[in-house]
T-cell receptor, first 113, second 115 residues
Framework: AQSVTQLGSHVSVSEGALVLLRCNYS??????LFWYVQYPNQGLQLLLK??????LVKGINDFEAEFKKSETSFHLTKPSAHMSDAAEYFC???????????FGGGTRLMVKP | EPEVTQTPSHQVTQMGQEVILRCVPI?????FYWYRQILGQKVEFLVS????????KSEIFDDQFSVERPDGSNFTLKIRSTKLEDSAMYFC?????????????FGPGTRLTVL
C-alpha cells in the first residue's frame, strides 16, 4: 500500500528565506507524486506533479520539487518565501495504477515578516 | 478559469439524518472523486466515479454512502444516516483523464457538522 509522510506539521520561516517542506513516500510501483496547497477556507490547489518525466519539477509561484528514488523523497522548495505562501501544503501519491490519491498529514507553513 | 464548485459550503445536520452534498465538476472532465478531511487529520479518499459507475472506493465508503451523477453537470454524495464521526470537510474533485495523465482539480469543500 502507498503511504506519505510529511516531516514537520508546522514550519516557520522568515520572509525571503528558503522554504523546504519534506515529503517521503512508500510505493510498490513507480509513483506519481503531487504537492497541493490549501489556503484558508479554500480547496486544494495543485502546485506541481511528478509523473516519471524529469526528476526536478517546477510548479507555480516558484515552487519546485525533486524526485529522489534512492531516498524515496519528493521535497518541496522555494528559494524565497513570501507572506502569501502561508498555507497548508499536502504531499500525495497515487495508488497502484489507479486514480486514488493518498495524502500526507500536511505541513502548515508560517511566514514571519 | 474553470473550477469545481460545491454546495453548500457548510451543512449542519442531526445524527441519523440523510444529507446530500453537491458538486459541479469541470465541464469536460470525465472522472469524479470524493475525499474527506476530518478536523486535524489527513485528507482521505472516499470514492472515484467514471462512466456512470464507481471505479474505486475506500473502506470508509460503506453502505451508508452513495454517489450519483443525476444529470450532465452535478455529482452528489449521499450519506443515508449520518453519524457524529461523519463530521468532516468533504472535497469533490474531477479530472479530464486518468491520474497518470491529468490533474485532479479540487473544489472548496463542504464542511459537514453532525450534531
Amino acid at each position: 500500500a502507498q503511504s506519505v509522510t510529511q516531516l514537520g506539521s508546522h514550519v516557520s520561516v522568515s520572509e525571503g528565506a528558503l522554504v523546504l517542506l519534506r515529503c517521503n513516500y512508500s510505493s510498490s510501483v513507480p509513483p506519481y507524486l503531487f504537492w497541493y496547497v490549501q489556503y484558508p477556507n479554500q480547496g486544494l490547489q495543485l502546485l506541481l506533479k511528478y509523473t516519471s518525466a524529469a526528476t526536478l519539477v517546477k510548479g507555480i509561484n516558484d515552487f519546485e520539487a525533486e524526485f529522489k528514488k534512492s531516498e524515496t523523497s519528493f521535497h518541496l522548495t522555494k528559494p524565497s518565501a513570501h507572506m502569501s505562501d502561508a498555507a497548508e501544503y499536502f504531499c500525495a501519491v497515487n495508488n497502484n495504477a489507479g486514480n486514488m490519491l493518498t495524502f500526507g498529514g500536511g505541513t502548515r507553513l508560517m511566514v514571519k515578516p | 478559469e474553470p473550477e469545481v464548485t460545491q454546495t453548500p459550503s457548510h451543512q449542519v445536520t442531526q445524527m441519523g439524518q440523510e444529507v446530500i452534498l453537491r458538486c459541479v465538476p469541470i465541464s469536460n472532465h470525465l472522472y469524479f472523486y470524493w475525499y474527506r478531511q476530518i478536523l486535524g487529520q489527513k485528507v482521505e479518499f472516499l470514492v472515484s466515479f467514471y462512466n456512470n459507475e464507481i471505479s474505486e472506493k475506500s473502506e470508509i465508503f460503506d453502505d451508508q454512502f452513495s454517489v450519483e451523477r443525476p444529470d450532465g453537470s452535478n455529482f452528489t454524495l449521499k450519506i443515508r444516516s449520518t453519524k457524529l464521526e461523519d463530521s468532516a470537510m468533504y472535497f469533490c474533485a474531477s479530472s479530464e483523464g486518468e491520474l497518470s495523465v491529468d490533474t485532479q482539480y479540487f473544489g472548496p469543500g463542504t464542511r459537514l457538522t453532525v450534531l
